[in-house]
């Protein structure tokens, strides 16, 4: 069965620094895998995704992730953090339909 | 507007008693998920309907929780005999296929049990 592990539940960066959240995931066949925002108070967004081909995707609001297989990883990326990037972010994988996501991370931003 | 619909927004209700939550998904979705979102708990996945196939019931954390999807659309989770740890955002989502690619989330419903 596939599950997806971040580390760290909470994470805080300062405006202008660089922005990693971690996502590492499990799955017996090749997974399709996501990341999903959550801004307070608001429904879930979609803000990339990986299906096949190039490794390194780019999403919304300047963010990315690369799938590392040899890592089984898929940790999301962004130079320079904006204040308006404090929210909760998910990692999710997807095999044969079923969309499992982790237990996600809030991102802080102070000033 | 043609997003994912659920309701009630908002459920408080007493210990022990049954609760239904509806969801309505984007017209033509196949795919239909339930997940509920606890404080310090992520997204719980509970249940995942694909078409006419069977559905993938093996979230639901207990025998008191269930889900139906009607006709291949509207879908109601029944929770019976309510528990305080019921507590949390219930949270449906949709997508167009079988891949998850992407799934669209309802507001979800705040279930309040006393």
């Known amino acids: 069965a596939q599950s997806v592990t971040q580390l760290g539940s909470h994470v805080s960066v300062s405006e202008g620094a660089l922005v990693l959240l971690r996502c590492n995931y499990s799955s017996s066949v090749p997974p399709y895998l996501f990341w999903y925002v959550q801004y307070p108070n608001q429904g879930l967004q979609l803000l990339l995704k990986?299906?096949?081909?190039?490794?390194l995707v780019k999403g919304i609001n300047g963010f990315e992730a690369e799938f590392k297989k040899s890592e089984t990883s898929f940790h999301l990326t962004k130079p320079s953090a904006h204040m308006s990037d404090a929210a909760e972010y998910f990692c999710?994988?997807?095999?044969?339909?079923?969309?499992?996501f982790g237990k996600g991370t809030k991102l802080s931003v102070k000033p | 507007g043609a997003g994912v619909s659920q309701s009630p927004s908002n459920k408080v209700t007493e210990k022990g008693k049954d609760v239904e939550l509806r969801c309505d998904p984007i017209s033509g979705h196949t795919a239909l998920y339930w997940y509920r979102q606890s404080l310090g708990q992520g997204l719980e996945f509970l249940i995942y309907f694909q078409g006419n196939s069977a559905p993938d019931k093996s979230g639901l954390p207990s025998d008191r929780f269930s889900a139906e999807r009607t006709g291949g659309s509207v879908s109601t989770l029944t929770i019976q005999r309510t528990q305080q740890e019921d507590s949390a955002v219930y949270l449906c989502a949709s997508s167009q296929g079988a891949t998850g690619l992407p799934l669209h989330f309802g507001n979800g419903t705040r279930l309040t049990v006393t």
């Open positions: 999710a994988v997807s095999v044969r339909g079923n969309l499992i």
């Open positions: 990986y299906t096949t081909g190039a490794t």
